[in-house]
């Protein structure tokens, strides 16, 4: 990989970028008061003692949601080599697309009739 | 000529004038100031666009303030400076002033590294947009051949952080704002995706600026009217503003996945939302209105007018809807979005291979 200018403003950026954050953030902490509570540094439940554990069993119906955008997501992922290139690839590869896509909107289609895709379960 | 090239020469001229001794030791064939050089100049660009990009965040903070308060019929700040115009300066004080409170049940590492996640790619995605020449110089400090994927790649990770955020506060208000932010996420990228695949149809590359080159005569806009209807509501959603405000739902959850945050973490929390409005309205009026190719000429001024038109139809669409369920909003991604990108990305293949690629 060579140093172009344009690589390693981009990789410095990922660096400077959280340093100029942190050292805003560190200023705040040298200039912020540090008072204790009792309950200072307890979660927030709208001035309330916490009760019971954050988590809670999730609805099945969330995971298809995930499932069918991993799916889609894939697939834009495997369109993107053709897309910079579709006049030179022509008719043939775009019907073989039409295909590609076709599958997976049936599928969604048959999903949705099946009622999966619904946020509530009712 | 190139930003970097601008700045190496400004960086050449005070080396040369200074007569500091670099030059007798090399480094993999170069002198070693030229290396020093190189780096110091790209921080200098990174610095220059987080310094840009926190004025307009400045400005538009302000805007959306006066904005909402003359819409609400009240009179906004109003106090400290000509028209209020240094409240946003006093808040930043105040913020620095407020004690930093991180729970402790909260997952501590990954509580404190969700405000970078949400920011920095703000930045990133700024340094890949073209914003035009000003005379020789060209104000674009990142241009290769995948600049486009580099961009969509950067604004697609901000809403993790935001999830990262909810998930590590253990906190039930937050875990619901993370789950929710997840759940537009993928309501909304798939077709945001599919709208960008068929900009890179029409242009027939990955690279923003030859997207911006491409839009000479005819801005995709026009071709693309169901794509950037499509783009335009994710980017929306993708600002988690109302009316698809769900990851923060101020009334019903008690301000999101960001409810344990206090203090300057969450004033970073802030900024990157209102950078990334900044961001959205700038890559609207890239991608789909020619950004700074306009008529008669061609400058930063147009990218300018473009995208301040889109910052304030954001903040009208804050201000002026209320928000929808989740359920409406993935009925929405999902049956509606997603086909109707679809059969954008249908069209603009066949206006690719019909009538050629560029225009």
Same mark, same amino acid.
């Given at each position: ?86 006049? &030179? ?9 039409? &295909? ?23 | 000529?190139?930003? %970097?090239? %601008? ?43 987080? /310094? ?20 609400? =019929? ?28 991180? +729970? ?28 035009? =020449? ?8 990142? =241009? ?13 990770? @901000? ?11 253990? =906190? ?46 005819? +801005? ?13 509501? /994710? ?13 923060? @739902? ?6 999101? %996945? ?33 950004? +700074? ?5 061609? @400058? ?13 139809? %954001? ?23 997603? +086909? ?20």
């Amino acid at each position: 990989m060579y140093l172009t200018p344009d690589m390693t403003a981009l990789a410095l950026a990922v660096l400077v970028v959280p340093i100029l954050v942190s050292s805003l953030i560190a200023v705040a902490h040298y200039f912020s008061p540090k008072t204790y509570g009792k309950y200072t540094y307890d979660n927030y439940e709208c001035g309330e003692v916490v009760r019971g554990d954050f988590q809670a069993p999730l609805p099945l119906q969330y995971y298809f949601f995930m499932m069918a955008f991993v799916v889609f997501d894939v697939d834009m992922l495997l369109l993107l080599p053709w897309a910079s290139d579709v006049r &030179g690839l022509g008719l043939g590869v775009f019907l073989d697309v039409l &295909g590609f896509i076709g599958v997976m909107l049936v599928g969604l289609f048959y999903v949705s009739k099946k009622g999966y895709m619904r946020w509530l379960n009712d | 000529m190139n930003l %970097f090239f %601008f700045i190496m020469s400004i960086l050449y001229g005070i080396l040369k004038f200074l007569h500091w001794p670099l030059w007798n030791w090399y480094l993999y064939g170069y002198p070693a100031g030229l290396w020093i050089m190189y780096f110091v100049d790209a921080i200098i660009e990174v610095v220059l666009v987080f /310094a840009v990009a926190m004025l307009v965040v400045v400005i538009l903070v302000y805007v959306f303030r006066k904005y909402m308060a003359d819409i609400q =019929n009240r009179i906004g700040p109003n106090r400290l400076g000509p028209w209020g115009s240094l409240q946003l300066i006093a808040d930043v004080f105040k913020l620095i002033q407020k004690q930093d409170i991180i +729970p402790k049940n909260a997952d501590r590492i990954a509580f404190r590294v969700a405000p970078y996640i949400i920011f920095t790619p703000v930045i990133l995605g700024m340094l890949v947009i073209p914003f035009g =020449n000003v005379s020789i110089l060209q104000l674009m400090v990142v =241009n290769f051949k995948y600049t486009l994927l580099f961009l969509v790649a950067a604004m697609v990770i @901000s809403p993790l952080g935001e999830v990262i955020g909810g998930l590590s506060s253990h =906190n039930k208000f937050a875990l619901y704002g993370a789950l929710r932010s997840a759940a537009q996420d993928i309501g909304y990228e798939v077709p945001m995706m599919i709208s960008v695949l068929s900009l890179i149809i029409l242009a027939g590359s990955y690279s923003i600026n030859d997207i911006v080159n491409a839009q000479k005569h005819i +801005p995709f806009v026009i071709p693309e009217i169901l794509g950037f209807i499509v783009f335009f509501l /994710a980017m929306i959603a993708k600002q988690s503003i109302p009316p698809f405000d769900l990851p923060e @739902s101020g009334s019903e959850l008690v301000s999101g %996945f960001s409810t344990e945050y206090s203090g300057m973490r969450y004033g970073i929390i802030y900024m990157g939302n209102f950078g990334f409005m900044a961001l959205a309205s700038v890559v609207v009026a890239t991608l789909y209105f020619g950004g +700074p190719v306009g008529p008669f000429f061609n @400058s930063v001024l147009w990218i300018a007018v473009k995208s301040a038109v889109f910052m304030i139809i %954001f903040l009208l669409s804050w201000i002026a809807l209320g928000r929808v369920r989740v359920d409406q909003f993935l009925n929405m991604g999902w049956k509606y979005l997603l +086909p109707i990108s679809i059969l954008n990305l249908l069209i603009s293949s066949l206006i690719a291979i019909y009538f050629g690629g560029a225009f």
